[in-house]
């Protein structure tokens, strides 16, 4: 089947959409990893407790974008089968 200028396959588009949920998840790894940092650092009990209610929100979006990727692509699937993960 022929595309069109601008046109893009399915696959194309599946893949493109995987890329930018991988880009979010490492975005999140990132920001948990800088809280963390932050949390060691700080003094403030307060301050300390919000980041961490922070940092656990970012890991529940790690969550549901492994969840996601995991849906969209199946060899991704199979590997976190074959891995127990």
């Known amino acids: 089947m ?4 601008g046109e ?6 599946r893949e493109l959409d995987l890329e930018m949920l991988r880009d979010d998840l490492v975005g ?3 920001a948990i990893n800088q809280y963390q940092d ?3 650092s700080l003094e403030n009990e307060e301050a300390r407790s ?3 209610h922070i940092r656990d929100d970012e890991k529940e979006h790690v969550a549901e974008l492994t969840k996601l990727i995991q849906k969209l692509d199946p060899t991704q699937a199979e590997k976190f ?3 127990e993960l």
């Open 81 to 83: 089968k074959k891995e």
């Open 2 to 5: 022929a595309y069109g200028e």
């Open 8 to 13: 893009i396959s399915e696959l194309e588009e």
């Open 28 to 30: 999140e790894l990132q």
């Open 38 to 40: 932050h949390i060691d």
């Open 50 to 52: 919000v980041l961490e």
